[in-house]
């Protein structure tokens, strides 16, 4: 009996490669592994690394690489931008004592990620759905709008873009082919969402000129039936969501198992 040829697939991302919510079987790369498989000579393994600063992405993209991946899915992720987004920061200073801080991109006073992660990191985890309090979600919307007023949501969108360009110099120069999924939609707040829309824009059209880029387009609350995509919480999608995205990626991906047979 002929052995199955093994295509590994890294996939990069945030929660959505591991949500907690939704059934392992359900995820999108499970589904996907799912329509390779069926009725093909290939198996599909998948590797995951997850990243919450965009400052250690690239790291977790030389680990997929270094484990065997033929390929690399990474996903561009609202939760680090919405963080770099805004005017206000809490951080924890060297002596552990929490300070407060301004992000003014004109004077070029930027913090880095280490300095804001401590004081958000268990807000990034998909951990918790319950309200936060009225006034401190009506705060969070007027940091938000700070950071637009002051650009600081700018400087977040290019610092985006470096590193998706790192991404891209990088499987290149191991030669692995690379997918990169837009950011999703994010309508916990109508904020929220415009923010990640701009975000998904940007990258969108920085990513066109690469032809060593393949650029899945995934924004949207709703499927292409009509069908609502995202949980009660405005952040995590649905497994329908999850199943559309394989969809999205199953030609991609077909196309670059054929390629590896040759």
């Not at 939760?79 to 002596?95: A, F, H, I, V």
């Not at 070029?108 to 998909?126: D, G, K, L, W």
């Not at 969809?247 to 054929?258: A, N």
Request: proline share 4%; charged share 25%.
């Amino acid at each position: 009996m002929e052995l199955k040829i093994t295509y590994k697939l890294g996939i990069v991302g945030g929660c959505f490669p591991a949500q907690h919510n939704v059934l392992h079987k359900d995820l999108f790369h499970q589904r996907l592994r799912s329509m390779i498989e069926r009725g093909s000579d290939c198996s599909m393994e998948v590797h995951i690394e997850r990243y919450e600063q965009l400052s250690k992405a690239l790291r977790k993209v030389q680990n997929a690489i270094e484990s065997g991946c033929h390929g690399i899915v990474f996903q561009v992720r609202p939760d680090p931008y919405l963080r770099l987004s805004k005017l206000w920061y809490n951080y924890t200073d060297e002596q552990g004592k929490v300070r407060a801080s301004l992000t003014l991109p004109q004077i070029q006073h930027v913090p880095s990620e280490q300095q804001i992660h401590h004081n958000v990191s268990q807000q990034a985890m998909p951990t918790r759905t319950e309200s936060k309090g009225k006034l401190h979600a009506v705060l969070r919307e007027l940091n938000y709008c700070a950071g637009v007023i002051t650009f600081a949501n700018r400087l977040a969108l290019r610092r985006y873009a470096k590193l998706v360009l790192e991404v891209e110099k990088l499987c290149s120069e191991y030669s692995v082919a690379l997918t990169v999924i837009g950011a999703g939609s994010r309508p916990r707040t109508p904020i929220e969402q415009y923010l990640s829309w701009k975000l998904e824009r940007y990258i969108r059209k920085f990513v066109q000129p690469i032809k060593t880029i393949r650029y899945v387009n995934i924004w949207g609350t709703h499927s292409e039936k009509g069908e609502y995509l995202y949980f009660e919480d405005g952040m995590h999608i649905l497994p329908i969501g999850h199943e559309r995205v394989a969809t999205f990626l199953y030609s991609i991906v077909k196309s670059d198992i054929v390629k590896c047979l040759r």
